[in-house]
């Protein structure tokens, strides 16, 4: 019988237990940077890529290589590679599908960073970034040409949790035969299942809810099976070589080791950890963010609320469909104004004021006065960047407490 993802993430796959020694049911941190071999042939056999012996640690090594086992179970993906960060994965991703005069399509909703990655940094390598109306699909078309490399899309959007229509968007991909990217940092594969929905490459964030509460930063990429690559000029050589491993393998062989933008051992270990509670954590904070988001949209004080599960929710029907009915722990709350934003988040006593979420502690942060501070008025509305939105990661606390805290500071506004 085949088991559940929830068990399958605490023991992983039997044929896969080489990592374990000496019997021991953690996976050992193995922090080296070099390994050795018995002989020097063993060692030019490594080098060759005709081993699978371990050599140096940006390369591979063995905890790491157990979380990427691990991720690719989680995720139904061929193949699973993690870095040293989200954008480390993003920006491995886009510098191996794209060389200077090729395109990428996207919103222009999109975490901080991603976007100015986009806007900023490979533009200045030419490598230009499109940014659409991914509900429009004859705007969509209209962008895509002999040049275009990937769609790239977060579900749900960060900070602006829309969801598009991933299926229509995944059938335009597959007929214009251009690779479909996803972000799947906010509900990882216990909620959004990319291989149900043509994806052909799959980003996280390990820091959000995979490392376990925001211990260690982290990211990974899984690839999925697809025929894309044959139309990739960058990758034709390697398509040529090995079909379908094609992205996997200029991406492994080269990008990755020349970027250099490997993760920990001590960082993999505790994202393995991670993995072994993201069910129930995931879980319970859903069960709080559902009741706390329908204490905010009966607030009196509270212009607007978003949430996934919550009924009223722009986008519950797209979510139910493709979430599974999963809300993740992100809530969007409107109040008046930025000093009512303000006013509320000095008020709290245990949330905390950060800039991470999917954390075990509550977490609030006004989004336009910090991760898009830099932002004109102009590209904060095109982004729906709003003054008076805060954005609010829902913890593992006992639910009455957090509603307790934000009942208060909500009186003082
Ligand atoms: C956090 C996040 C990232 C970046 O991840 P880091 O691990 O901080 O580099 C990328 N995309 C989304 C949607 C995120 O939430």
């Known amino acids: ?65 157990e979380l990427q086992n691990r991720l690719q179970l989680f995720s139904g993906s061929a193949h699973s590679l993690c870095v040293s960060s989200g954008m480390a994965a993003i920006s491995n991703v886009f ?19 991603t976007y100015s990655l986009f806007a900023n940094t490979l533009s200045s390598f030419e490598i230009e970034t499109r940014f659409t109306d991914l ?35 995944a059938a335009l991909a597959q007929e214009k035969q251009i690779p479909l990217v996803i972000d799947n940092s906010i509900l990882t594969p216990y909620a959004f299942h990319a291989n149900e929905f043509c994806v052909d490459i799959e980003i996280f964030s390990n820091t959000k809810f995979i490392s376990g509460g925001a211990t260690s930063i982290g990211g990974a990429i899984q690839i999925y099976k697809s025929n894309k690559w044959q139309f990739i000029p960058k990758l034709k050589k390697e398509y040529d070589a090995f079909g379908q491993q094609a992205f996997f393998k200029r991406l492994y062989k080269e990008i990755y080791r020349n970027i250099g933008a490997c993760l920990s051992p001590s960082s993999a270990w505790l994202q393995l950890l991670g993995l072994e509670t993201i069910g129930v954590r995931i879980d319970r904070i859903e069960k709080n963010a559902l009741t706390v988001a329908q204490f905010l949209e009966n607030h009196p004080k509270v212009k607007q609320v978003s949430y996934l599960s919550l009924p009223s929710y722009k986008y519950f029907d797209r979510a139910q469909k493709y979430t599974n009915g999963h809300g993740g722990c992100l809530i969007n709350l409107t109040l008046k104004d930025k000093k009512a934003c303000f006013t509320m988040m000095d008020k709290l006593k245990m949330v905390r004021r950060g800039t991470n979420f999917c954390d075990n502690k509550s977490m609030i942060i006004h989004p336009a006065s910090t991760i898009y501070w830099d932002y004109s008025a102009n590209d904060k509305e095109l982004m729906l960047i709003n003054e008076g939105t805060l954005r609010l990661s829902v913890g593992l606390e006992h639910q009455d407490d957090i509603i307790e805290d934000l009942s208060r500071a909500l009186q003082s506004i």
């Open 95 to 113: 510098l191996t599908l794209c060389s200077a005069g090729d395109n990428i399509i996207t919103s222009r909703y999109l975490f901080g960073n």
């Open 135 to 169: 509900d429009n699909l004859s705007e969509i078309a209209s962008h895509i040409d002999s040049n275009t490399r990937a769609i790239f899309l977060e579900v749900p959007t960060n900070p602006q949790l829309i969801i598009f229509d991933i299926e229509k968007i």
């Open 1 to 65: 019988m085949k088991r559940h993802i929830t068990s399958l993430l605490i023991h992983g796959n039997k044929e896969e237990k080489s990592a374990e020694s000496n019997r021991s049911l953690k996976i050992p941190i193995y922090e080296t940077a070099s390994f050795d071999f018995e002989t020097s042939e063993d060692m030019e056999k490594a080098f060759r890529g005709e081993s699978n012996a371990f050599s140096y640690s940006r390369i591979s090594n063995p905890t790491v290589n």
